[in-house]
């Protein structure tokens, strides 16, 4: 589709420092991708676009980053969870099944509580 004279006019410039700070509200938010570019107004591709251009690294080294099998977590010898390192952040199998997605900023004293309200409720 031929992009028209009037949609070059409206398109939006971002400098980096904006697009950063889209990435980081969008890590922060806890929302999917598509969901927060939609309540955003930006569109979904451009954010998956610049989370591959300023994350530092190509979708191509993501993969090898995230490609680490899980690590099992014990408490006083008794299998609580499995871990995963990701590029972005890190993953947590409760052996209840619960899956836990945590980004590269996270409060440990949050993680904490929500580990245990998903370790409860499995039981």
Do not use: C
């Not at 591709?45 to 610049?50: A, I, K, P």
Request: charged residues 25%; without cysteine.
């Amino acid at each position: 589709m031929a992009r028209t004279a009037a949609h070059r006019e409206k398109r939006t410039r971002w400098t980096p420092e904006q697009a950063k700070v889209v990435l980081a509200e969008l890590e922060r938010s806890g929302l999917p991708l598509r969901t927060f570019a939609a309540r955003r107004g930006i569109d979904a591709e451009r954010l998956y676009r610049w989370r591959t251009r300023f994350s530092g690294a190509s979708t191509r080294s993501m993969a090898r980053v995230a490609s680490p099998g899980f690590t099992e977590i014990t408490v006083s010898g008794t299998p609580v969870a499995q871990y995963r390192a990701l590029g972005n952040g890190f993953e947590i199998v409760l052996t209840n099944g619960a899956l836990v997605r945590v980004g590269p900023s996270f409060e440990p004293e949050a993680l904490r509580h929500v580990l245990a309200i998903v370790a409860e409720a499995g039981r």
